[in-house]
């Protein structure tokens, strides 16, 4: 009987354990959670002000107005990647196009000017020569906006895909170059002192402490400036691309269509939502010794 009831207890925590959920899993669905309740909430008031009068359905459609009218609005997206093309689009598949490819322009606007600033940022620190002959060149151009680099990006490049991933490497590329001076200068210099101790050369000491020590601030920059980044390529694909989601708005903005720019407009902020959660994956796989910062929340 004692053998038993020994074996009742034993099996009974390894089913509860198995059951119980990680705090992990618990943090995201809370997330989710959240999530939908804020963005309910937003959708609601929207939907009570048009109920109430308050807003013009026609200048500003409420949710349930421009979401019924997907079929048509999609007809606005087309397959095509060249201005001035026939369009033979329309459809589920030509609005994930539409995406794909002003996505593709962020994206590879943000993953050159990352490189390309951590790059030009150490050699600055390091090498005496180059940063005088760049360093005052640089802050002299930083502050301008990327916007009014718009011409001189046709100018160069013309019109298509190079002049929107031009403007959005601009958007980051100064900022990650002075990020990177800023924080190397901050490495601690015990680190420094002991891998020189342990007989590391400068090469080794940059790649195996200096770089590990500076990622994780660059990243948070480049986190900060990847909404930026999506409100210059959408100002590039209504003059220097012709097409992409920035060209749907114009486009909307042109024919007075609410209803597609609000849809449209939803579409953006669902992608750039995406792609943060995307930037923030990435960041904790290429980061895999920093641990989850807890300390705010204590």
Not at 200 to 227: D, S, Y
Request: hydrophobic share 55%; charged share 10%; with cysteine.
């Amino acid at each position: 009987m004692s053998m038993a009831l020994e074996g009742t207890h034993t099996e009974t925590p390894a089913r509860v354990t198995s059951l119980a959920v990680s705090p992990r899993a618990k943090r995201a669905l809370a997330g989710v959670g959240w999530g939908l309740v804020s963005v309910g909430l937003f959708a609601g008031l929207w939907e009570a002000a048009w109920a109430l009068g308050w807003v013009n359905p026609l200048l500003m459609p409420p949710p349930h107005l421009f979401l019924a009218d997907i079929p048509g609005t999609l007809k606005f997206f087309d397959h095509k990647n060249k201005v001035g093309s026939a369009g033979d689009g329309g459809g589920v598949l030509a609005l994930l196009t539409t995406i794909g490819w002003t996505t593709t322009r962020v994206v590879t606007g943000l993953a050159l000017g990352f490189v390309g600033g951590v790059a030009v940022g150490t050699l600055i620190r390091y090498f005496t020569l180059f940063r005088n002959l760049t360093l005052p060149t640089l802050t002299l151009l930083a502050p301008i906006s990327p916007v009014a680099w718009l011409p001189v990006a046709i100018f160069l490049f013309g019109i298509g895909d190079k002049p929107a991933i031009f403007l959005v490497f601009i958007s980051v590329f100064f900022l990650i170059v002075l990020a990177t001076i800023h924080q190397i200068e901050t490495v601690p210099k015990n680190f420094i002192h002991v891998s020189r101790i342990m007989g590391a050369t400068r090469w080794q000491t940059f790649r195996h402490v200096v770089l590990p020590a500076i990622l994780p601030g660059l990243f948070m920059v480049l986190r900060m400036n990847l909404f930026a980044a999506w409100m210059v390529v959408l100002i590039a694909e209504v003059v220097g691309v012709g097409s992409g989601l920035g060209q749907i708005v114009s486009m909307a903005r042109s024919t007075f269509n609410a209803k597609l720019v609000f849809f449209t407009m939803g579409i953006i902020g669902v992608c750039g939502f995406m792609l943060d959660f995307a930037l923030r994956q990435v960041q904790r796989k290429v980061l895999w010794w920093v641990g989850p910062a807890e300390g705010a929340q204590k």
